[in-house]
């Protein structure tokens, strides 16, 4: 079965064509996304013009790449920008026109279920109790759990590219910005993990997203042409040397370095104090890359009801 999935997340918006079946590992088979930055593009709490007529624009590319690559089920979603916009139910109406498919919107907590999901079938059950930290554009999510359902789960609105916005003025941003935006941080955060807290302590800690990947290749991971099998971590240690080296450094700068895009280069320091933070108060001193994260893990809980796709022409993807 070939299923595709188009995630309009707050910073990428991400088509991902898969063949898949019950039991089977999915196998990319295409991928097309654009650089979008949502989030930037809210303008009184609203989706600007501008960003609804991209969005359109690239949607129907994609049902195009739907119809052309014979896609048999098609999952649309958003996340974190289009949930906390005034508009954005009035949005979603005209990208399901383009999408050829509802346009739904992922709550936080079901951001962090999926995204747990596809590290836990990544990962295996030898990791025992399983901590995924995942920094989006706009939230950060975390989830903790023995099985392949989390037994607690916390969304905080700290993505990479919120925090850059609203926390880190200047480029590069001044030392006094980056310590209040800091303080501010690791205050918003502090309370939110306590229900990670009480859980039982994790055996094993894996992080997902592009935030996560870009500081690992900072601070001497393999880059990804060395293949998702290849294994990746980053220390609490060696990030508290890429943030220091990142807070000297413009947005142009940071792109030069190995691992950093030009699309991102603007928020990865902002990624990178998040991600301090959460391993700092958390207590975690080193997690391991996972490759799989929310589209992925979207994919196996459609595979996991299987038996719906005859009945259900939305092509969503049930109670997930």
């Not at 870009?214 to 060395?226: F, I, K, N, T």
Request: charged content about 20%; overall charge negative.
């Amino acid at each position: 079965m070939r299923l595709g999935v188009i995630d309009i997340g707050s910073n990428t918006v991400h088509m991902l064509v898969v063949d898949a079946h019950y039991g089977a590992r999915p196998l990319p088979a295409v991928t097309h996304k654009i650089a979008l930055r949502l989030s930037e593009h809210l303008r009184d709490d609203r989706i600007g013009e501008s960003a609804i007529t991209t969005l359109t624009a690239y949607l129907d590319q994609a049902r195009e790449v739907v119809e052309d690559q014979g896609v048999e089920v098609v999952m649309a979603f958003a996340t974190s920008a289009m949930r906390e916009a005034l508009n954005g139910e009035e949005v979603l109406a005209q990208l399901a026109v383009h999408a050829g498919t509802p346009v739904r919107v992922l709550s936080g907590p079901d951001e962090a279920r999926m995204t747990f999901l596809a590290a836990r079938r990544w990962c295996g059950w030898s990791t025992g109790n399983l901590l995924v930290l995942d920094i989006g554009g706009g939230s950060l999510e975390m989830a903790i759990g023995m099985d392949e359902e989390p037994d607690s789960v916390v969304s905080v609105p700290l993505g990479a590219g919120r925090v850059t916005n609203n926390l880190l003025p200047g480029d590069p941003p001044s030392p006094d910005v980056i310590r209040e935006a800091r303080r501010a941080i690791r205050t918003q955060l502090a309370s939110a993990v306590r229900p990670i807290l009480r859980a039982p302590n994790p055996d094993t800690v894996v992080a997902t997203s592009k935030t996560f990947r870009s500081l690992a290749r900072l601070a001497g991971a393999a880059p990804s042409g060395e293949g998702a099998l290849v294994k990746r971590t980053l220390t609490r240690a060696d990030l508290g040397g890429v943030v220091t080296m990142l807070s000297g450094l413009t947005a142009a700068q940071r792109a030069k370095l190995s691992g950093v895009s030009a699309t991102r280069s603007a928020q990865v320091l902002g990624g990178a104090l998040v991600a301090q933070a959460a391993m700092d108060l958390l207590g975690v001193d080193e997690v391991t890359i996972c490759p799989w994260a929310l589209r992925e893990g979207l994919i196996l809980r459609r595979l996991d009801t299987l038996s719906d796709i005859v009945t259900d022409t939305t092509g969503w993807i049930g109670d997930a």
